[in-house]
T-cell receptor
Framework: DGGITQSPKYLFRKEGQNVTLSCEQN?????MYWYRQDPGQGLRLIYY???????QKGDIAEGYSVSREKKESFPLTVTSAQKNPTAFYLC???????????FGPGTRLTVT | DQQVKQNSPSLSVQEGRISILNCDYT??????FLWYKKYPAEGPTFLIS?????DKNEDGRFTVFLNKSAKHLSLHIVPSQPGDSAVYFC????????????FGTGTSLTVIP
């Protein structure tokens, strides 16, 4: 089945540790996105990538890093510099000919 | 600055009645609008969209209306069903650039059986 997978669904880390969230898609989509959702807030864009080896900062990129070495994969690293990393993280992809984004199931990150 | 706003955090509707979810935007450059539905602990799923060249788009029980002069769009669900209970996000995009989507804060719809 075609789709977007994010793993793991729940992730727990100690403060001060970097953590990498996985996002894989087999939809052959060129564009991929990372969003963060906090209670009572909409989806806020962290980073996006239109093509391999290229990515752009979104509205809240500070404390995060990404890579796009393969078309199918767009991992997000939450660094220790992120002040409030506990959140629900969503990955999405979009084909260049399409208008809507397709979302993965999300990863709930808890940092204590 | 929130460019897409959903001012009603929640809405309750009786089963079989109409649900109307509202969304306002501030950026007149937006020319494509989408509605997503989200269940708890899941990713949003695309529901319906509308281009700024139209003022209405219909798909089964779901209709989206766009009022460009008022910078306002609404999603109508009729008849509402208990399975429609979810959080609904509206999103906006500038097709020419196409890269960044701006999301509202969501409206939690509860359909009461």
């Amino acid at each position: 089945d075609g789709g977007i997978t994010q793993s793991p669904k729940y992730l727990f880390r100690k403060e001060g540790q970097n953590v990498t969230l996985s996002c894989e898609q087999n939809l052959n989509h060129d564009a991929m996105y990372w969003y963060r959702q906090d209670p009572g807030q909409g989806l806020r864009l962290i980073y996006y990538s239109q093509i391999v080896n290229d990515f752009q900062k979104g509205d809240i990129a500070e404390g995060y890093s990404v890579s796009r070495e393969k078309k199918e994969s767009f991992p997000l690293t939450v660094t220790s510099a992120q002040k409030n990393p506990t959140a629900f993280y969503l990955c999405a992809s979009r084909g260049l000919a399409g208008y809507e984004q397709y979302f993965g199931p999300g990863t709930r990150l808890t940092v204590t | 600055d929130q460019q897409v706003k959903q001012n009603s955090p929640s809405l309750s509707v009786q089963e079989g009645r109409i649900s109307i979810l509202n969304c306002d935007y501030t950026n007149s450059m937006f020319d494509y609008f989408l509605w997503y539905k989200k269940y708890p602990a899941e990713g949003p799923t695309f529901l319906i969209s509308i281009s700024s060249i139209k003022d209405k788009n219909e798909d089964g029980r779901f209709t989206v209306f766009l009022n460009k002069s008022a910078k306002h769009l609404s999603l109508h669900i009729v008849p509402s069903q208990p399975g429609d209970s979810a959080v609904y996000f509206c999103a906006a995009n500038v097709l020419l650039t196409g890269n960044q989507f701006y999301f509202g804060t969501g409206t939690s719809l509860t359909v009461i059986p």
